[in-house]
């Protein structure tokens, strides 16, 4: 029996230029998508049919693409849970976290919850479907793996690691089509409120590396970061913590 | 006598199977796409362009030039005859002598014909070609010998039933050859449609001098974009593929083959030739794409061409440098018909091999190859003084700056034309930021749809501003502001303004005084001509009247000029990468070497970057304002 399977589709935003364009994590989520469901795949986006991103996503080589219509201020998430709870999807994919909007990596955990539906976040690839379970590998870092079982339905957010985007085609993007349902109409409260600037690049601490040799350099590139410098301080008074976190900051010349 | 009649009646049979074969032949080609040319008008043009442009191409080989003029003059000369003598039959001596000239003309022609195919180079096509030469010789002869009575030279022979008899044999045989295998495929073949290619030709600029090679444009409304079958070309791009005369001259000259890429051009055309009549390429009897067995290939007018006919791996080993363009005595047009069917890979199928599908997806998102921040395009230039468009407005000079801007090699040759450009004194401003991509790589990636979205804002950009000229240090920069972006300049933003190479514009400096440069002292310079600056552009002199000027007496390579050998930077080569067996710039490199030059001489920075990518010992690689700028006379204060 073939799985429903849902790719969920946000508009990204290049990080050198700030163009909109298909999002990274997303368009991995619809090439996962494609691997299990093939042309099945629902992919579905909340917002405007009009906006040309969606273009890039079904020059994948999707038939169509699920337009929840609604106005940039409504409640995206409203819009998505509304359609999962209509559609009786086995898997549902989506990024990590959005490229644009508020960004907080929430959406798969609120569906989650309204679903009640487990999450498996930061997916490598979902090896395998079979009786109501799936295989999934979950990135970790450093390329390493860890395998799990799911039991169907989950959501599963996808990570980098996961296989990359196939190369959107202009022709099939242009004559896909776009599939308009109504989306929600509530207004996303919290974001109303806020204003968007650019952020200030944070200062980066340099890593001096005192190899003296490739090999050590080598190491120090690839190497986890060792702990063992900090200490402890859970005994000592107040007054002691505050002096080495002082010292510290002076040492490390934060502060002088 | 009781079968007198049957030279005649075979020449009527064998003319009318020959026109019934070339009506179905027609009908292939129409089952090609729409495309308007003015028919009249192309015939009536047709023999000119025969003699003038397809000759001129062909004298390059003195040999196959006179071979050709005596063979296929004499044959249509003599087949007009022909008609006259033995089938209306009129009786008139002189006819017949005039014949029998026309005959002999063309027996030596084929004569010479034989010659050469008693130890063909490996370029031309065996098979059926071995054979024709022999034809030939048969068709004249035989109708020499017809031809002796009515010249009164023999009585009349028709006596004897074994001489007509023999006489027959032989008009099968040549009339076989010449007319039936004109219309059903035979080498002769290349006569008829030859003749038609030349009058409806796609690019009909090219003929008397001209030159065309800009892309055309895809409809991005069409149903399907770019070539993903025979039927999907143009019908007289069609016709074109079906003059080929399977010279090979396409062959020797393509830099891909050389290197044993999966790439032969006469093999393509042949290929696109079995697409368009149907069937397999088991009859092909020329090299293959190296590393790949003939025989293999299949097809038909509506099948697709990259499922069973050419692999992808053919299509994408070109680097579009136009050698087999220009070398071709029919004036076929390899490049667009390998452009097309790489459109239905790019854009129908997403089918970009290596790093394309991601350079392409960097160009649409950043406007430029690398993928970086657009806001950084200028930051070459932070410590040139260099006026920018937004603010300047007006210009006499706009330089254009392209992708070079972000590579630090490329910088040095802008660096160094700009610091020319301030010696010589030149109002000159650059767009900054606001300049994109020219889009060449993409369209040549088979993209069309970002070419014109970039062609279109790039024009834009311009038509807001005021400038005489355009310079720019990239050839396929050039290439694309002056070929290809008048197919989208709506509003005339190139309009009345002179798009030049850099070479071109400092060789008008040097020229005019405006640049004053000491001799050059160093040791021997050869010149590689970029393939977007020569051949494209036709711009083979500028460059070498600078290095002149210096005093430099230039080392030509053996491929220079018209016939300069690619770097293997062109066509998006280096990006979809296909391996082969040598690399095109190891080849070129080569070339260079062996003059003995200790610099290398170029005008492109693609070339700049390939032949510097060749391990040392070579010769050191500069562009020509990098070398100039070295020999800038010190000013007297
Ligand atoms: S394409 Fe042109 S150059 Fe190549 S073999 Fe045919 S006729 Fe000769
Ligand atoms: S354009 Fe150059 S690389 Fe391409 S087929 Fe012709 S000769 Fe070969």
Redesign the pocket.
Known sequence: MPHKVISLISVGRHPQSGRSRRADQDSRAVELGLKLAGTDLDVVHAGSSQEPVLRQYAGMGLPKVTVLEQDESADALVSIADYLKSEKADIVLTGVRAESGESSGMTPYILSEQLGWPIVARVADIVDIKEGEAQVLLALPRGQRRQVTVKLPFIASIDNAAEAARQSAFGPGLRAKMDSQKGSTVEDSVRVDWSEAPAKARPKRLKIVKAKTAADRFKAATAKPQGGSGKVMKNESAQEQAQAIFDLLIEEKVIR | MVIDWLPSVLIVVLLALGVIGALRRVSLWRAGQPEKVNLIAGLLAMPGRYLKDLHHVVERDKYMSRTHVATGGGFVLSMVLVLIVHVFNVQQQIVAWALIGALLIMLTGAFFVFKRRLNPPERLSKGPWMRLPKSLIIYSLTFIVLTLPAAGILPDASGSVLMIAVLSVGIVIGLGELLFGMGWGGPMKHAFAGALHLAFHRRSERFGGGRSTGLKPVNLDGDVLGVAKPSDFKWNQLLGFDACVQCGK?QA?????AAGQP?N?KK?IQDMVVGLAGGTDANYAGSPYPGKEVGNAKGGPNEIITAGLVSQETLW?????????EECPMMIE??DA?VDMRRFLTMEKGETPNKGSEVLENIIATDNPGGYAPGSRTNWAADQNLAVMKEKKETDVLFWVSDGAFDMRSQRILRAFVKLMKHANVDVAILGDEERDSGDVARRLGDDATFQSLAQRNLATLGQYKFKKIVTTDPHAYHCLRNEYADFDKEGALEGVEVLHHTTFLNQLVQSGALKLDAFKGGKVTYHDP?YLGRYNGEYEAPRELLRSLGIEIAEMERSGFRSR?CGGG?G?PITDIPGERRIADMRMEDASTTGAELVAVGCQQCTAMLEGVVEPRPVVKDISEILVDQLAEEVH
């Open positions: 396409c000259m393509c830099p891909a083959f790439l051009p393509l080993s070109c680097t579009t440098c136009r050698a087999c363009v390899h490049v390998i393939c690619c066509g080569a």
